[in-house]
């Protein structure tokens, strides 16, 4: 497995080790033990998602505030999508900078989130499906939301128009008004 931390060093993409022949493709898409060994992480993953979308669907930017914080392993199954993570943590130097990535069924790239990220996609294909483990349960009260379009993060997000957003990320809050993770 190959670790590369982005922008944001506390953001990782992990690429798996591929094994291929003449049959296909075989490869290890978790294992707890090589992801600790590799990322020096000591987290427990308590839930799994499974988003399936179609094109110019664009989910996000969701959080969750303590003690329902989670940090997010993500990875597409099928499809491409650009994943988008934007640091909201305070005391962060990187405090409202964001990453992005293309992650894809092809390229079988991993993103890591920690905890103190709000997160979002938009798929580019014709469709995709997109799994995440998180490290807490989902808590509707604790969820937040920021504005995919805010004026302040300026997220060059590679639109074809128009998109797709569910009523309840289009009230999503200005970066500005939202509470930092501390």
Not at 96 to 107: D, E, F, K, R, T
């Amino acid at each position: 497995m190959k670790i590369t931390p982005l922008n944001i060093p506390d953001v990782l993409i992990i690429e798996p080790k591929l094994f291929k022949d003449d049959r296909g493709v075989f490869f290890e898409s978790f294992n707890l033990e090589a992801f600790r060994d590799a990322t020096k992480l000591n987290v427990e993953f308590v839930q799994e998602n499974h988003s399936i979308s179609n094109k110019n669907v664009l989910r996000g930017l969701h959080y969750q505030m303590p003690p329902y914080a989670q940090g997010k392993l993500v990875r597409v199954i099928q499809g491409e999508v650009f994943d988008v993570a934007v640091d909201i943590r305070k005391s962060s130097p990187f405090f409202g900078q964001h990453v992005s990535q293309i992650l894809s069924a092809q390229n079988k790239k991993q993103m890591w989130i920690p905890e103190g990220f709000a997160h979002g996609f938009l798929t580019l294909s014709q469709t995709s499906e997109f799994l995440y483990k998180t490290t807490a349960t989902y808590s509707a009260k604790d969820e937040g939301c920021i504005i995919w379009n805010d004026d302040f993060l300026k997220i060059p997000w590679p639109l074809n128009l128009p998109i797709k957003i569910s009523s309840k990320d289009i009230l999503g809050k200005p970066f500005r008004e939202v509470r930092p993770f501390d």
